[in-house]
């Protein structure tokens, strides 16, 4: 999705140089004005035949120039490893997650259960059971959150700032072995240097999390993208935002969230706390 987004930039640009409209585009290029429109929006794809005729039009000649967006243009057509997942998990989550592999930042606020980025194999799978009766769906779904989780490696160098109540660390999912597996595995994952997890405890009392539920903000790299907000609504699934007064107000509740939270330290006592008791 860098990929797309990147030619489909590059295309604006090219087009604003060479002082053409997209009604002007379509014309010469015999192509509807829906067609450029959604070209630059990225909802269709673009041919490398008809990118080349683009970059013609736009006066693109430097050969140098051409074949580096012939090679973007290959790259973003190639696909990724969570198109084979698409329907299983939906359009919408499936375009999250694109969005998600290119963010360099990522906020979450949980209310109810870990984050699926922080779950192990076997919590994974005690969250999906009550939801599903079919045994090869909930091993697909829990192979498709195991493969997400390969972003919170340091080398991909996205951050990640996770905020949890502390309900989400006592409710105990799975049984005890499991959940005393994926405490070990939440303490371990918080001492990475890209991922900070803060908890809200209990006696912060009633807070702007609890009437805006669980939700996740990306940000992006220099001026790509706007900031995309994804939203949880009960019985609905999650919703897609970039409407930029509405992402403001989840980023504003986030930070708000993170000065309610715990030290470190009190988050890797209740951990240790917990899991005396699972044993």
Same mark, same amino acid.
């Given at each position: 999705?860098v990929?797309q987004?990147r030619?489909r930039a590059?295309?604006? *640009?090219?087009r604003? $140089?060479? +002082?053409l409209? $997209?009604?002007q585009?379509?014309?010469e290029m =015999?192509?509807?004005v829906s *067609?450029?429109?959604?070209?630059?929006?990225?909802?269709?794809g673009l041919s490398i035949?008809?990118?080349?005729?683009l970059l /013609? @039009?736009y006066g693109?000649?430097?050969?140098?120039?051409?074949?580096?967006?012939?090679?973007v243009?290959?790259?973003?057509?190639?696909?990724?490893w969570w =198109?084979s997942?698409? +329907?299983?998990v939906g359009?919408?989550?499936a375009?999250?997650?694109?969005?998600?592999?290119s963010?360099s @930042?990522?906020?979450?606020?949980?209310?109810?259960?870990l984050?699926?980025?922080l $779950?192990?194999?076997? #919590?994974?799978?005690a969250t999906?059971?009550?939801?599903?009766?079919?045994q090869?769906?909930?091993d *697909?779904k829990v !192979?498709?959150r195991g493969?997400? /989780?390969?972003?919170?490696k340091?080398?991909?160098?996205? *951050?990640f700032h996770?905020?949890?109540?502390e309900t989400?660390l006592?409710r105990?999912?799975?049984g005890?072995?499991?959940?005393k597996? /994926?405490? !070990?595995w939440?303490?371990? @994952?918080?001492r990475q240097?890209?991922?900070s997890i803060?908890?809200i405890p209990?006696?912060v009392?009633?807070?702007v999390?609890?009437?805006?539920g669980?939700?996740?903000? @990306?940000?992006f790299p220099?001026d +790509? /993208?706007d900031?995309?907000?994804?939203? +949880?609504?009960?019985?609905?699934g999650?919703?897609l935002?970039?409407?930029p007064?509405?992402v403001?107000? #989840?980023v504003?509740?986030?930070?708000?969230?993170?000065d309610?939270a715990?030290?470190?330290d009190e988050?890797?006592s209740?951990? =240790?706390t917990l899991i005396?008791?699972?044993q």
């Amino acid at each position: 999705m860098v990929q797309q987004r990147r030619l489909r930039a590059e295309l604006r *640009k090219a087009r604003d $140089q060479a +002082e053409l409209t $997209q009604a002007q585009v379509a014309e010469e290029m =015999d192509w509807s004005v829906s *067609k450029v429109i959604r070209i630059e929006t990225g909802a269709v794809g673009l041919s490398i035949t008809d990118l080349r005729a683009l970059l /013609q @039009l736009y006066g693109v000649v430097d050969r140098a120039a051409v074949n580096e967006l012939v090679e973007v243009g290959k790259a973003s057509r190639k696909r990724a490893w969570w =198109d084979s997942y698409r +329907e299983l998990v939906g359009d919408v989550v499936a375009r999250f997650i694109g969005l998600e592999s290119s963010a360099s @930042l990522v906020r979450q606020y949980d209310s109810g259960v870990l984050p699926g980025l922080l $779950q192990t194999p076997g #919590y994974a799978r005690a969250t999906l059971s009550p939801f599903n009766t079919d045994q090869e769906v909930i091993d *697909k779904k829990v !192979e498709f959150r195991g493969k997400r /989780q390969e972003i919170l490696k340091p080398h991909y160098r996205v *951050k990640f700032h996770f905020v949890l109540e502390e309900t989400v660390l006592r409710r105990v999912v799975g049984g005890p072995a499991v959940m005393k597996e /994926q405490l !070990e595995w939440l303490r371990e @994952l918080r001492r990475q240097p890209n991922i900070s997890i803060k908890m809200i405890p209990f006696s912060v009392g009633v807070h702007v999390g609890v009437g805006l539920g669980s939700f996740v903000v @990306l940000e992006f790299p220099g001026d +790509e /993208q706007d900031h995309i907000a994804a939203v +949880e609504h009960s019985g609905v699934g999650v919703s897609l935002q970039d409407d930029p007064e509405q992402v403001s107000k #989840y980023v504003e509740a986030f930070l708000q969230l993170e000065d309610l939270a715990g030290t470190p330290d009190e988050l890797d006592s209740l951990i =240790d706390t917990l899991i005396r008791e699972l044993q």
